[in-house]
T-cell receptor, first 109, second 115 residues
Framework: GQQVMQIPQYQHVQEGEDFTTYCNSS?????IQWYKQRPGGHPVFLIQ?????EVKKQKRLTFQFGEAKKNSSLHITATQTTDVGTYFC?????????FGQGTRLTINP | GAGVSQSPSNKVTEKGKDVELRCDPI?????LYWYRQSLGQGLEFLIY????????KSGLPSDRFSAERTGGSVSTLTIQRTQQEDSAVYLC?????????????FGPGTRLTVT
């Protein structure tokens, strides 16, 4: 069945450093969504990418969807302590949305 | 407006007992999802409802797990004869429609501890 893999599983950075998490699917995706889960909280929708090669930005966050629509990335520029949390990608394959295992970001202030 | 709500927020139960977890989705959302999240882990899909029917139950880990949805709204997840490995946070999410192009809104979860 469809699998969505995320790397790295954990990432620790110094405040101000950049951070990137990568998402790879075993099958071509119709779209990909990104969610953020703060410690102790629940996942919250960030963005959806639909088009091949699409790039979207939200302030310091940059989301990309690969040309083949099988991979995606989230890049955070100059991390802040408020960026702490787990970032999940979720890819739509044939029918349902499949979540990756998430990347947990911790930040040293 | 109101978001997705879940109850109870915390549940401690003894091994072997049955538990019921409740989810109230956002009004008007036709799709409802249950996930399980163990400590520090990702989201494990359990079941998906479109209206009152469940076209995808593929994630239910065993026949001890069941779920229903009534009136196209409230859903309950029942775990019979709980085991310690059932301890996790159970998250419910809803979306406007069942197609995966719609974002999912998550509830705060129910933390289940089986002693």
């Amino acid at each position: 069945g469809q699998q969505v893999m995320q790397i790295p599983q954990y990432q620790h950075v110094q405040e101000g450093e950049d951070f990137t998490t990568y998402c790879n699917s075993s099958t071509t995706l119709s779209n990909i969504q990104w969610y953020k889960q703060r410690p102790g909280g629940h996942p919250v929708f960030l963005i959806q990418l639909v088009k091949s090669g699409e790039v979207k930005k939200q302030k310091r966050l940059t989301f990309q969807f690969g040309e083949a629509k099988k991979n995606s990335s989230l890049h955070i520029t100059a991390t802040q302590t408020t960026d702490v949390g787990t970032y999940f990608c979720a890819g739509q394959g044939a029918q349902k949305l499949v979540f990756g295992q998430g990347t947990r970001l911790t930040i040293n202030p | 407006g109101a978001g997705v709500s879940q109850s109870p927020s915390n549940k401690v139960t003894e091994k072997g007992k049955d538990v019921e977890l409740r989810c109230d989705p956002i009004s008007g959302h036709t799709a409802l999802y249950w996930y399980r999240q163990s400590l520090g882990q990702g989201l494990e899909f359990l079941i998906y409802f479109q209206g009152n029917s469940a076209p995808d139950k593929s994630g239910l880990p065993s026949d001890r797990f069941s779920a229903e949805r009534t009136g196209g709204s409230v859903s309950t997840l029942t775990i019979q004869r709980t085991q310690q490995e059932d301890s996790a946070v159970y998250l419910c999410a809803s979306s406007l429609f069942g197609q995966a192009t719609y974002e999912q809104y998550f509830g705060p979860g129910t933390r289940l501890t089986v002693t």
